[in-house]
T-cell receptor
C-alpha cells in the first residue's frame, strides 16, 4: 500500500524566514502535485511535477521532485503572512487510473 | 483550468437520510473522482466515477453507502446514503484529463454536517 509521508505537519514561521516541507512516498511514481488549501476552501493547484529532477517556482514557493529518492520538497523563501494555509502533496498512481494519494498536509502559520 | 461546479456547497442533514452531490465540469474530462476530507484530516479517495459503467471503489467504501453515477463525460453525482454523524465531512469532486493536459482540478467541495 502506498504511503505518503509529509513533514512537518505543523510549521510556525516568522515572516522573512525560509523553510522546506518534505513529502516522501513509498512506491514508484513519476508524477506529484502540490496543493494549497485555505480554511473552508477547496484545493488550489500549486505545482505539477511530471518527471525526475523537475523543479518549478512560483513567487516565494519552489517545488522539486526526485523520483529516485521518492522525495518532493516545497521550499518557502522569505515567508509572508499570506502564505499561511495548509499544503498537501499528492502522489499520482498512474497504474491505478491516475488516482491521487495525499499526504497528511502541513499547516503553515506565518507570524508577522 | 477546468471550471467545476459542485452542488450543494453545504448542507445540514438528519441522520438516516441521503444526500446527492452533483459535479458539473465545463468540458469533457477523462477521469472524475470523489474524495472525502474528514474534519482536520487529509483527503481520501472514495471512488473513481467511470462513464457508462459502475464506479471503482477504494477499500473501505462501498456502493450501497456511496452510490455514484456518471452518465456522460461532464457530469457525476455522489450520494451519501443512510447518513450518520460520522459522515460529516467535506466531499470533493476532482477531474483530470482535460484539454489542458495533465493536472487534477478540484471542485469547491460540499461541506456536509449530519445531526
Amino acid at each position: 500500500e502506498l504511503k505518503v509521508e509529509q513533514n512537518p505537519l505543523f510549521l510556525s514561521m516568522q515572516e522573512g524566514k525560509n523553510y522546506t516541507i518534505y513529502c516522501n512516498y513509498s512506491t514508484t511514481s513519476d508524477r506529484l502535485y502540490w496543493y494549497r488549501q485555505d480554511p473552508g476552501k477547496s484545493l488550489e493547484s500549486l505545482f505539477v511535477l511530471l518527471s525526475n529532477g523537475a523543479v518549478k517556482q512560483e513567487g516565494r514557493l519552489m517545488a522539486s521532485l526526485d523520483t529516485k529518492a521518492r522525495l518532493s520538497t516545497l521550499h518557502i523563501t522569505a515567508a509572508v503572512h499570506d502564505l499561511s494555509a495548509t499544503y498537501f502533496c499528492a502522489v499520482v498512481l498512474m497504474e491505478y487510473g491516475n488516482k491521487l494519494v495525499f499526504g497528511a498536509g502541513t499547516i503553515l502559520r506565518v507570524k508577522s | 483550468s477546468a471550471v467545476i461546479s459542485q452542488k450543494p456547497s453545504r448542507d445540514i442533514c438528519q441522520r438516516g437520510t441521503s444526500l446527492t452531490i452533483q459535479c458539473q465540469v465545463d468540458s469533457q474530462v477523462t477521469m472524475m473522482f470523489w474524495y472525502r476530507q474528514q474534519p482536520g484530516q487529509s483527503l481520501t479517495l472514495i471512488a473513481t466515477a467511470n462513464q457508462g459503467s459502475e464506479a471503482t471503489y477504494e477499500s473501505g467504501f462501498v456502493i450501497d453507502k456511496f452510490p455514484i453515477s456518471r452518465p456522460n463525460l461532464t457530469f457525476s453525482t455522489l450520494t451519501v446514503s443512510n447518513m450518520s454523524p460520522e459522515d460529516s465531512s467535506i466531499y470533493l469532486c476532482s477531474v483530470e484529463g482535460t484539454y489542458l493536459g495533465t493536472e487534477a482540478f478540484f471542485g469547491q467541495g460540499t461541506r456536509l454536517t449530519v445531526v
